[in-house]
């Protein structure tokens, strides 16, 4: 059973930072891309960024130069660093890990999500 878990979640004050942090665990053949979406009230699920892995890295126009993917391979853990917060961050925010459990196919999986919330 893959689960993906994630932590850091929190309130802060607008010009903070916060870091989440998301680890897969269970049965594991190989993990792919891993990425952050975030949900705010009464709006669709939008990308945040994503890393390959081999390091490749996408960000949405309105977090970059102010958020920062990372990741650690060898623990099935990815990272999200993030400077600058404004209130419109605010949301729930989701990991995301293209991985194979077993050799064959492919599958997405979601984590739970952890809130986020910017005061202004």
């Known amino acids: 059973q893959v689960q993906l878990v994630e932590s850091g979640g929190g309130l802060v004050q607008a010009g903070g930072s916060l870091r989440l942090s998301c680890t897969v665990s269970?049965?594991?053949?190989?993990?792919?891309?891993m990425g952050w979406y975030r949900q705010a009230p009464g709006k669709q699920r939008e990308l945040v960024t994503t890393?390959?892995?081999?390091?490749?890295?996408n960000y949405a126009d309105s977090v970059k130069g102010r958020f920062t993917i990372s990741r650690d391979n060898a623990k099935n853990t990815v990272y999200l660093q993030m400077n600058s917060l404004k209130p419109e961050d605010t949301a729930v925010y989701y990991c995301?890990?293209?991985?194979?459990?077993?050799?064959?196919?492919?599958?997405?999986?979601w984590g739970q999500g952890t809130q986020v919330t910017v005061s202004s």
């Open positions: 995301y890990a293209n991985l194979k459990p077993t050799p064959g196919l492919s599958y997405g999986y």
């Open positions: 269970g049965t594991i053949f190989s993990v792919y891309v």
């Open positions: 890393i390959t892995e081999f390091g490749s890295t």
